[in-house]
């Protein structure tokens, strides 16, 4: 890991941060949190190429995608994102 040459990392075993799940919200279905995700890869496609991470972004989105059984739909979906926006990827 990048961040592992700048020091140490420590893991804890506690929580740092409590979520909830509100009705509808992102993270209460996985249509949701796929919608959401290949809006903000949209979105911020231009930092994410920047930094060499669109592959890595969006293979890991399709891998969660196709472990939840919505991958073809999933696809369809940044697709239809991104030729909204104009932007063709190879």
């Known amino acids: 890991m990048r ?3 700048a020091g140490m990392i420590g893991f ?5 941060v409590e979520t909830s799940t509100s009705v509808g919200g992102i993270s209460s279905s ?4 796929c919608d959401a995700r ?3 890869i949209v979105k911020y496609i231009d930092d994410i190429s920047e930094n060499g991470l669109l592959d890595f972004v969006i293979s890991d989105l399709f891998r969660k995608a196709e472990k939840n059984r919505v991958l073809e739909e999933t696809k369809k979906l940044l697709w239809l994102y991104l030729e909204r926006k104009g932007i063709m990827l190879e």
């Not at 996985?30 to 949190?33: D, L, P, R, W």
Request: hydrophobic share 55%.
């Open 3 to 5: 961040i592992a040459k």
């Open 12 to 16: 804890v075993d506690e929580v740092l």
């Open 30 to 33: 996985v249509a949701n949190y």
């Open 38 to 40: 290949c809006r903000m």
